[in-house]
């Protein structure tokens, strides 16, 4: 499998959520690897000097109508998550603990699920706990991961990665060297991969 396509996400960003759902179909269709780059969505817009689009009130209330709009067009879940913006530090030292792992998948399907089809707290460890206990991970092994220092650095570097090479939200795409911003550009992730 040569082909390749960087997925830079923070679990706390609702277009990575929306951009998730439809990626695996498009990696497959192309016959292409998803290369999952974790990072801290808020260390990139302090990097860059971006915000959240939710803190402009206007364009908050239209990327609202837009998410809607793309989930109905890709027939998936989605509920804005009523304690939004979501402190994701741990939950994506969680993604990067486990990363690798068999258990990958399942941790961020949970933690994607829970944030924007459940609208649950996610800073709440006991909340977390219960959302990892029904995909087979005990809350004692999440709380050893996330405090690994090897797995601290690893998101540290994946996010000063993503900013290096121009990263300035999420959820961002590379293709051949060439980045795709927003999940409203999967259709120009799946020409780039066709090429």
């Known amino acids: 499998m040569s082909k390749q396509v960087e997925f830079f996400f923070d679990v706390g960003s609702p277009a990575s959520y929306l951009a998730w759902k439809q990626l695996a179909s498009i990696a497959q269709r192309h016959n292409a690897e998803i290369v999952w780059r974790p990072m801290l969505l808020g260390a990139v817009f302090q990097a860059v000097g971006n915000t959240s689009p939710a803190a402009v009130p206007a364009k908050g209330a239209y990327m609202l109508k837009d998410l809607k709009r793309f989930s109905a067009i890709y027939d998936v879940p989605f509920c804005f998550n009523p304690f939004f913006p979501v402190n994701t530090m741990q939950l994506m030292r969680g993604v990067t603990a486990y990363l690798g792992t068999s258990k990958f998948e399942s ?34 092994d999440f709380k050893v991961r996330i405090s690994e220092p090897e797995v601290k650095a690893r998101l540290k570097s994946s996010t000063e990665e993503a900013v290096a090479r121009g990263v300035f939200g999420a959820p961002s795409f590379f293709v051949n060297g060439e980045m795709f911003f927003g999940q409203d550009r999967l259709s120009f992730v799946e020409d780039a991969l066709r090429d």
């Open 107 to 140: 941790y961020l399907s949970a933690i994607f699920n829970a944030l924007w089809a459940e609208k649950l707290n996610m800073e709440s460890p006991e909340v977390v706990a219960e959302v990892l206990s029904k995909v087979g991970i005990e809350a004692t």
